[in-house]
């Protein structure tokens, strides 16, 4: 794929998770299916709130990796409409977190099926601590499945989780 293709296809996954992310934080949207969406196990049984979500409210054919879908949807259902911060790269906030390297080693080496709960644990452990992140790049996690797309974007996520971490020990050592 061209450098232009790759950057349309980025575009138009940002543009999908900002739609999500909007439809699911929006004071419109029904707080029972957001209930529901915070509710679902990412790898189990779909909920229909999922369903209405991606049907009705973004108006879409169901997407080819539903389980990555449903369960970035549960994230943002979960962490609240604070959620989504473009721009805000997700190994950063990581590194600002305390999110330990061996949690972070052992997602970014998962598969699928165990990939996506170790996801649901890493925003259960950010929405505690109220820290949202550009959730392109939980989709990126999520649903990229060619091996070297995904070791690119594992690269970039190391890189801006080792690069916060050093600076936060920098400026701690400047106090």
């Known amino acids: 794929m061209t450098t232009a293709a790759q950057s349309h296809e980025q575009e138009d996954l940002r543009g999908l998770v900002n739609r999500l992310a909007g439809v699911v934080s929006s004071a419109g949207y029904p707080a029972g299916e957001r209930a529901a969406l915070k509710r679902?196990?990412?790898?189990?049984?779909?909920?229909l709130a999922f369903y209405r979500l991606w049907l009705i409210h973004l108006g879409r054919e169901l997407p080819a990796d539903v389980i990555g879908w449903a369960t970035i949807a549960f994230g943002l259902a979960h962490m609240g409409p604070d959620a989504h911060q473009p721009g805000l790269p997700l190994g950063r906030?990581?590194?600002?977190?305390?999110?330990?390297?061996?949690r972070l080693e052992k997602l970014l080496a998962s598969r699928d099926d165990v990939r996506v709960k170790l996801f649901a644990n890493l925003v259960r452990f950010l929405g505690a601590k109220g820290m949202g992140f550009d959730w392109t790049e939980a989709a990126q996690?999520?649903?990229?499945?060619?091996?070297?797309?995904?070791?690119?974007?594992?690269?970039?996520?190391?890189?801006?989780?080792?690069?916060?971490?050093?600076?936060?020990?920098?400026?701690?050592?400047?106090?």
């Open 40 to 47: 679902y196990t990412p790898g189990g049984p779909l909920p």
């Open 93 to 102: 906030v990581l590194a600002e977190a305390r999110y330990s390297e061996t």
């Open 141 to 175: 996690l999520l649903l990229i499945r060619d091996e070297g797309k995904r070791e690119d974007f594992h690269r970039r996520l190391a890189k801006d989780y080792f690069h916060a971490l050093s600076k936060k020990s920098s400026d701690a050592k400047e106090e």
